[in-house]
């Protein structure tokens, strides 16, 4: 198993207060960079249901320069 640094960009978030969040950052324990990109989609969709204030009408997006193995 390799770690992978995957960030989600996050895109058209509304918050209530404050700044917009640009992105997410997720330590993935996977074998390969396309499953870290899909548990790091799956966690961010996980993290839009725990906070739906924050992230109302947002979609996330990952680039394959943003999945880094560490």
């Not at 992105?23 to 839009?48: F, H, N, S, V």
Request: glycine letters at 6%; aromatic letters at 8%; one cysteine or more.
């Amino acid at each position: 198993m390799k770690c992978w640094n995957v960030l989600v960009t996050v895109h058209g978030a509304t918050p209530p207060r404050g700044r917009a969040t640009v992105g997410i950052g997720y330590i993935i324990k996977t074998d390969t960079a396309e499953d870290a990109k899909r548990k790091a989609l799956d966690c961010a969709k996980l993290t839009q249901i725990q906070h739906p204030r924050k992230y109302r009408n947002a979609t996330f997006t990952v680039e394959d320069s943003n999945v880094k193995e560490f």
